[in-house]
Every structure is written in structure tokens, then in C-alpha cells.
């Protein structure tokens, strides 16, 4: 999978951020009828939880520390200031492990680059939400890198993994966060779902390649453009062409800024486009196409 770093684009600030860690609205977990958090969210069954990350309220308390053995950004050894994600879902009413096994958290960013992942591994793997680089020069929060010709800092909020060496490309280190959803799949996913099982595992390599930039009926990233929404792509492209655009995009388009997907078999890039086009027949109206 695409990892953040040298795959995004320019920043856009999208989504306003609030002042506390509210919870808007509750799924079904396992175990856990309503919420039992001072945090309450009002219920209903057919929305994920909003979290609102907020940089000025510091929503996420700093106390912990952790060490990184490869970080997603600089690609070597850090240290970082924050909280373990299990903690601070716990302190949002979330408790982990009483959530169902189908749980995912997408994370929205202030560039529009929202990826996906499975609670399940986020808590395995130990996944922190780091607020500070204990490797900054004083004063600073963050250390800068350069992305294209611009400096970043990945905070206020940073998703970082302290155990996982070497397998960067399989986990999402998305930074900027300023929104968390999490939900059941078909809660969170929604009207980017497939009709049809056969499309399940088409779906699920779009999901955990594409759907960080990408979104399919307005659920998904807004990097880059949603695939379906008023038109979907195979209205418009050449079919046959497709495939080699997404596995090499630089051959068709100078200074685009989708990645090239060269490192994915050929019919992994035709089972992801299988998707997109079953998904022409399943259209929302784009007065609906929001979350
Ligand atoms: C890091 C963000 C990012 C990721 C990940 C990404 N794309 Fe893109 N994609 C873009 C952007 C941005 C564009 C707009 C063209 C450009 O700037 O290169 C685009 C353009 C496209 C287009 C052309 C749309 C049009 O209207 O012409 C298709 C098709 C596409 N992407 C498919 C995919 C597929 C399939 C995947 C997953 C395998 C994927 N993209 C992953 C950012 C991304």
C-alpha cells in the first residue's frame, strides 16, 4: 500500500476542527450497549463515531512516550511525545476490546488523505498518536521534512507505529489528523460498498491502495477525485488504458500527483478497476454523496 509520504499533496484544509473530543453518533459494539463515557454520544446505528481531534484543546494528553522503531515519514528510529490510540479511544468511550472484530478508524488529515485501518491491527501493533518529536530542537514541537519542494511537520497529530520494521508500504502513517471515524465496516464504508459479494476482494484492494486519496460515492480521501461521482472513470477513459495509467500515471500525466502503482500486480490493478466499474451501476446522487 501507498504510504503518505511522498505520495501527497499539496495541503488543503478541509475538515474545521472543534473543541473537545466529541462523539457524535454510536454503532453497535460488541458487548458495549450505549456508551459509558461522561463523553456520551447520542445513539443511532447507522453512522460511525465522529472524533474531533483538536490541536488548542489538546484533546490527546502528551504523557506518554514511545520509541518508533522505523518511522513512516523519516524512515529511521524516533521518539515521540503523545498517547497510545487504545488509551485515548478508551478516554473517547471506545473501549477496544469490546469492540466487534469488523471495526475499522478512518483518518482524516487537513490535506484531504484519509486512510483506513482495521482497529484490530491498530491495537495489536500497538499504534500511537504521537503530539511531539522528543527529537525537535527546543522550543519546537516538530522536526520539519521536506515534501516536493515544501517543508511539513506532521502534527498536530501523528499516527505512528512503534513495532512494525520494515513493512512500512502495509500500514498508513497518516500526520495533520484532525478527524477520526470509527465504525463497523459497513458503517464506515457505506455507499462505497460493492453490491455484490464477487466484488468483496476487489474492494478490499481498493480499499487499503486507493481509498486514502480516493473517494467512491463521496466515502474516501479527497486527494484525489472520486472515481464515480457525477461520472465514473469508465465513462470517460479508455478502458483499456486504465491499468497502465494507474500502474505507471507519470507515463500520461506530467506533475500529476498520483502515485505510481507499478509495485502491484497487473491483475491486482484489474481487480481494483473491476470495482470501480461495478460501481458505475450503483451511483449515488451527489446531493447524497456525503457522510
Ligand atoms: C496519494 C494519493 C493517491 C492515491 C493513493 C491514488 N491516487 Fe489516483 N489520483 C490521485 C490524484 C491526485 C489524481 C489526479 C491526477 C493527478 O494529479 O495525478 C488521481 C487520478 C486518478 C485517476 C484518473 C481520474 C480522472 O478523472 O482522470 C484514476 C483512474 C485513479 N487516480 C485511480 C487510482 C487507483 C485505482 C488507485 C489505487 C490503486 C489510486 N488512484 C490511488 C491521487 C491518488
Known amino acids: ?144 521534512f521536506s515534501y516536493g519542494n515544501s517543508q511539513r511537520r506532521p502534527g498536530p497529530y501523528y499516527l505512528v507505529w512503534p513495532y512494525i520494521e520494515r513493512t512500512l508500504n502495509s500500514h498508513s502513517c497518516p500526520y495533520g489528523i484532525v478527524v477520526l471515524y470509527v465504525g463497523r465496516n459497513d458503517v464506515l464504508m457505506g455507499a462505497e460498498l460493492p453490491k455484490l459479494q464477487k466484488f468483496q476482494r476487489d474492494f478490499a484492494l481498493f480499499r487499503s491502495n486507493c481509498m486514502m486519496c480516493h473517494s467512491v460515492n463521496g466515502v474516501g480521501g479527497t486527494l484525489g477525485v472520486d472515481l464515480n461521482l457525477p461520472r465514473n472513470v469508465f465513462e470517460y477513459w479508455q478502458a483499456d488504458k486504465l491499468n497502465a495509467y494507474v500502474a505507471h500515471p507519470e507515463s500520461f500525466r506530467r506533475n500529476g500527483k498520483m502515485p505510481s502503482f507499478a509495485h502491484l500486480r497487473h491483475d491486482d490493478i484489474s481487480e481494483i478497476l473491476n470495482y470501480v466499474k461495478h460501481m458505475k451501476a450503483h451511483k449515488l446522487e451527489p446531493s447524497d454523496a456525503k457522510r
Open 1 to 144: 500500500m501507498i504510504n503518505t509520504m511522498p505520495n501527497r499533496t499539496s495541503s488543503v484544509a478541509l475538515v474545521r476542527v472543534n473543541p473537545v473530543c466529541t462523539l457524535a453518533l454510536l454503532i453497535i459494539f460488541n458487548g458495549l450497549s450505549g456508551c459509558m463515557s461522561p463523553l456520551c454520544p447520542e445513539v443511532a446505528h447507522n453512522k460511525p463515531i465522529l472524533i474531533q481531534l483538536d490541536a488548542a484543546a489538546k484533546t490527546v494528553d502528551s504523557s506518554e512516550t514511545i520509541k518508533v522503531e522505523l518511522d513512516g515519514v523519516y524512515k529511521i528510529q524516533k521518539r515521540y511525545r503523545g498517547m497510545a490510540l487504545a488509551h485515548y479511544l478508551s478516554k473517547c468511550g471506545i473501549i477496544p476490546e469490546q469492540a466487534a472484530s469488523d471495526t475499522w478508524i478512518q483518518f482524516i488529515c487537513n490535506d484531504g488523505y484519509s486512510p483506513v485501518e482495521p482497529l484490530g491491527s491498530l491495537i495489536q501493533n500497538a499504534a500511537f498518536i504521537a503530539t511531539a518529536d522528543l527529537d525537535a530542537s527546543p522550543g519546537e514541537a516538530w522536526v520539519p
